[in-house]
Structures are given as C-alpha cells and as structure tokens.
T-cell receptor, first 119, second 114 residues
Framework: GAVVSQHPSWVICKSGTSVKIECRSL??????MFWYRQFPKQSLMLMAT?????????EQGVEKDKFLINHASLTLSTLTVTSAHPEDSSFYIC???????????????FGPGTRLTVL | AQSVTQLGSHVSVSEGALVLLRCNYS??????LFWYVQYPNQGLQLLLK??????LVKGINGFEAEFKKSETSFHLTKPSAHMSDAAEYFC????????????FGTGTRLTIIP
C-alpha cells in the first residue's frame, strides 16, 4: 500500500516550452503533497507544499509563477514548469501524506521522480 | 540553523561486512529522524524512523539506527551487508512538527563489494 506514482518518468523539452508533471497517490487519499527538486549529488530541496483545494505554499526562493502547482483532488497534484530553461533541468520528486491523524507516523510516501532535461 | 549532515557521500563495504552510515543533526530541540533508501530510478522508501520512546529503532531489510541525543546523531547500521543494499541513503529530519517539512541530508551512496 501507499504507492505514489509520477508521470512522466523523464521528459526532454525545448527551452521556452512548458512541462507538466503529475503526482498521484494510487491507494490512499493525500491531503498534502510535497514537491522536491534534486540536483545531481545533492540533497532533496523542498520547493512547495501543496494542500488539496488550496493554494500551494512555496519555499523561499522558489518562483511560484514559474513552478505552478495544482492540487485539485485528493489523489492528484501537478507541477507545471512554465517557460522552461536549461537551468530548470533537474530531478523532480513528489511525496504525499495521508489524511492527517495527528503526526503521520508513516511519514511521507515518495514518487519515483521525473527527470527533466531542457535543451 | 537547523540542518542534517551525512558524513561520507560514498561508502563502500564488502558483502557480509558491517554497514555504518552516519547522520548528525543540528537543532536545539531533537527532531523526528528518518532514514530513506533510494534505488536507481525509484522513489524514496522509508527504512526506519525515530519519533519518541526507544532510541534504538529497527527498520526494514535488517537496518537499525540509534538516536543519541548527546551526540546529536542517528547513525544507520546493518550487521551484514548484502549486494541488494547498494543504493543511495538519505537521512532526514522533521524539525517543525506542525508543517511536516522534511530536511534532508546530502545522501550517501552505498556500494557493496562482492
């Protein structure tokens, strides 16, 4: 149980185009989803926290107009990289948390990640 | 500032040998602590966690970790390495219990030598 999927697993796009990445919780309802960015040989950096039905909360330094996050349902959150540039190339990982029951003892469940390459 | 430090970006051990991956945190209040494993092209999988109670925590695949407040550490160990343990390991901390934002270490790549 507690499976999170991401689609696509990898994508190559031209500079200036927009790319949408989907994050789905397959067997549970996720009221909160997190979007991370991982550079090679570096740590996961939290980009934003997405709560179902409300606007995402972005971390300091993350451009909310560039990284559009939508959490329209309890099982789906999307990250759209708008007007992508080569510096946006990275590994993007989402995680999902179940409906809250105090502090979620099981923590966050992570998707397999999406490798974005912008040419 | 609150942070998580993993000593050693790469660790190599022989099959059957002890695995020791180091994690230290920096904060005035002990956080909740987690170890995750990431296999190539896969998501992060929770190995074990420490929240409260017993400081020696046992996880999946034979891994365990001990929370030592005096040393601000949460090192991951496994008595006998297996080839299938080769992966990237991340230590993470939850410093703010209200928002559940995880702070990750930089990761340690574990290589198992046959």
């Amino acid at each position: 149980g507690a499976v999170v999927s991401q689609h696509p697993s990898w994508v190559i796009c031209k500079s200036g185009t927009s790319v949408k990445i989907e994050c789905r919780s397959l067997d549970f309802q996720a009221t909160t989803m997190f979007w991370y960015r991982q550079f090679p040989k570096q740590s996961l950096m939290l980009m934003a926290t997405s709560n179902e039905g409300s606007k995402a909360t972005y971390e300091q330094g993350v451009e909310k107009d560039k990284f559009l996050i939508n959490h329209a349902s309890l099982t789906l959150s999307t990250l759209t990289v708008t007007s992508a540039h080569p510096e946006d190339s990275s590994f993007y990982i989402c995680s999902a948390r179940e409906r809250p029951s105090g502090l979620s003892i099981r923590g966050q469940f992570f998707g397999p990640g999406t490798r974005l390459t912008v040419l | 500032a609150q942070s998580v430090t993993q000593l050693g970006s790469h660790v190599s051990v022989s099959e059957g040998a002890l695995v020791l991956l180091r994690c230290n945190y920096s904060s005035s209040v002990p956080p909740y602590l987690f170890w995750y494993v990431q296999y190539p092209n896969q998501g992060l999988q929770l190995l074990l966690k420490y929240t409260t109670g017993a400081t020696l925590v046992k996880g999946i695949n034979g891994f365990e970790a001990e929370f030592k407040k005096s040393e601000t550490s949460f090192h991951l160990t496994k008595p006998s390495a297996h080839m299938s343990d080769a992966a990237e390991y991340f230590c993470a901390a939850l410093f703010n219990f209200g928002n559940e934002k995880l702070t990750f270490g930089t990761g340690t790549r574990l290589t198992i030598i046959p």
